[in-house]
């Protein structure tokens, strides 16, 4: 009778490379989401204050909240708050009122911010090597199911 190593470890290859290769699709979206602010931006931290609503017909999208010079003047100290919607709402990150989010605006106009992510999750850039290593090794393990 042969050996079912072979056929578990193809099992574990398919696993692993679906597991890497949704993970990769979801990190590039976030990493594409960087790009809607068009430049690369100051780094700061804020909060959700709102999470995304929906009254009647209306939907609300999050807001963040953070502090930032005010517009027009990128060498002022960060004392105005802002209280926004993102430029990416539909962020991979739940965004709940009261979580803690990494974000960067735009040093010229600081109402224009895009989330990077909650303080409780990797970076867009963590995740994209995370993913491509999980994908690179179901495939290396195929491979080597299949010698």
């Known amino acids: 009778m042969p050996q079912p190593w072979p056929t578990v470890a193809l099992f574990f290859a398919a696993f692993w490379t679906l597991v890497g290769a949704h993970g990769t699709r979801a990190a590039l979206r976030a990493r594409r989401s960087l790009d809607l602010l068009g430049v690369p931006g100051v780094r700061t931290r804020g909060e959700v204050a709102n999470s995304a609503r929906r009254v009647g017909t209306s939907y609300h ?3 963040i909240r953070y502090q930032a010079p005010p517009p027009g003047h990128p060498t002022a100290p960060a004392t105005q708050t802002y209280r926004q919607v993102p430029l990416n709402p539909g962020s ?15 040093p010229s106009d600081p109402r224009r911010a895009v989330v990077i992510r909650t303080a409780k999750s990797y970076s867009p850039t963590a995740n994209l090597v995370w993913c491509v290593s999980f994908m690179t090794f179901g495939i290396g393990l195929g491979v080597l199911a299949l010698l």
Request: avoid cysteine; aromatic fraction near 12%.
């Open 92 to 106: 991979p990150n739940a965004l709940y009122r009261g979580t803690p989010v990494v974000l960067r605006y735009d």
């Open 61 to 63: 999208p999050p807001q």
